[in-house]
């Protein structure tokens, strides 16, 4: 089979195309931007790419078209596609009918968390020696790569309530037929589509009712929105966690380690490095989903002792002069704050100097703005890129005072930042995208200084 998949460069529908390549099909793409690191990673699988969306690239004649979300009305291929009447699929549906099919899919859905659960989860069956395959948002360390398919029949994957095309609105997760499914965290997001928090709990509402009566759903037993979810309707067995009946976590004292426990049996001790109470409840799902596939507590607590984390959360890119860099992917004030205070749990009273791009769809409308200064409490001082934003961003961070700098400049807030900065500093640079290469400017500025 030939596919030529419309927004390739995108990491569900990059990852889509590695996936197709391991199964033997022909694979060729196009996005409106083709540049490293995914356009390297996909030549490497022999995908070729096309840069734009002309018309003409139906003469590549594919046995289908599969269709990222980021593709609307007007695009020209897309139009010549429906002009023509030639054949096309959405991303996750192409993912159900030809990878996902017959398989023991666990799914972990959720606002925040997803990339690493999933990770986690991906790795404990590995270490199990399960030889899973896997879709993740994100790179985890512990494989390089954030897809693969293998004969085994576990696949990870993780399972976004975004939508799934513009024919398609449902969202990415209910396509996927879920045997095991992790239910993280519920709040409102995505505010390009959704209205509210009730119109995302009814997504979340139609995955739960596909899920088998012999499935199992791992759920945060403190989340109100996904009880509501539950109480709908639910057919499938139901495990908690960071709750008393339930899968529990006790922090280890003066370390990152900590004991597990469930329904109050204790089960073992996770000792890594990988910080904040976010990431021990993710480790919580993960520990529970994998028993559902067979892998004892006591096996997934030593995986997780090997776990090396994803790239882009947390990930130090790099110390110069005393001062530490990182990247993380938070971009939600949730997820911002909970970033914010593992770090801060860490360093306990070095100075962190936080860098913020409010980059999704829901943080450039503004939606989210009177949250912002909440979430970065923690920090001694913020930086925020205002590019592109259509909320006065000055305004919205007024709050913290003296303690926050914004600038419309990336060169300028590097060179601010780097001014600013001492030895011991810890510098978080929060972002979902690339954040135009500000790691490495400010590297090279720390550097040059």
């Known amino acids: 089979m030939h596919i030529h998949i419309l927004g390739i460069c995108g990491t569900f529908m990059g990852g889509i195309a590695v996936l197709a390549r391991a199964l033997g099909h022909k694979v060729t793409g196009c996005d409106a931007n083709v540049y490293p690191p995914m356009s390297t990673q996909l030549s490497a699988h022999g995908v070729e790419l096309i840069e734009g969306y002309s018309a003409d690239q139906t003469r590549l004649a594919p046995d289908a078209y599969v269709i990222g979300n980021v593709i609307m009305r007007g695009n020209p291929l897309m139009e010549a596609i429906l002009d023509r009447g030639l054949p096309y699929i959405s991303g996750p549906q192409w993912l159900r009918e030809n990878v996902l099919q017959g398989r023991w899919v666990l799914a972990v859905a959720g606002t925040h968390g997803k990339t690493t659960t999933s990770s986690m989860l991906a790795w404990i ?128 004292a003066g370390a990152t380690d900590f004991q597990v426990a469930y329904d109050g049996k204790g089960l073992g001790t996770v000792r890594w490095n990988v910080l904040g109470a976010h990431n021990r409840s993710n480790a919580l799902a993960a520990i529970a989903a994998a028993r559902h596939a067979g892998v004892p507590p006591h096996v997934a607590i030593e995986g997780l002792s090997q776990f090396a984390s994803v790239k882009r959360r947390m990930e130090v890119r790099g110390v110069e002069g005393g001062v530490t860099v990182y990247d993380d992917f938070a971009h939600h004030p949730t997820a911002i704050a909970t970033t914010v205070e593992g770090l801060r749990a860490s360093v306990n009273g070095a100075r962190i100097l936080a860098v913020v791009e409010p980059r999704s769809n829901t943080m450039k409308l503004g939606l989210m703005k009177q949250a912002l200064p909440v979430s970065l409490e923690a920090a001694d001082h913020v930086y925020c890129y205002s590019g592109g934003l259509t909320w006065d961003a000055e305004s919205a961070l007024a709050p913290l005072g003296a303690g926050a700098t914004v600038s419309s400049s990336i060169d300028d807030l590097v060179t601010r930042i780097a001014g600013d900065s001492r030895r011991g500093d810890h510098v978080l640079v929060m972002s979902n995208g690339g954040f135009g290469g500000i790691h490495d400017k400010l590297l090279q500025a720390l550097r040059e200084r």
Not at 216 to 239: D, F, K, Q, Y
């Open 125 to 252: 069956l590995e270490y199990a020696k399960l030889d899973p395959g896997f879709l993740i948002g994100g790179v985890p360390q512990n494989f390089g790569v954030s897809a693969r398919v293998t004969e085994a029949p576990f696949f990870v994957v993780e399972a976004d309530e975004y939508d799934s095309a513009f024919f398609d609105k449902r969202s990415k997760f209910v396509h996927y037929p879920t045997r095991t499914a992790v239910l993280n965290n519920l709040e409102y997001d995505h505010a390009d589509i959704f209205p509210d928090l009730a119109a995302i709990e009814t997504q979340f509402h139609h995955f739960v009712r596909t899920l088998p009566g012999n499935g199992l759903i791992v759920s945060n037993g403190r989340e109100e929105a996904l009880e509501r979810v539950l109480a709908r309707e639910c057919h499938t067995p139901i495990e908690r966690f960071d709750v008393m009946r339930g899968w529990q976590a006790t922090p280890v």
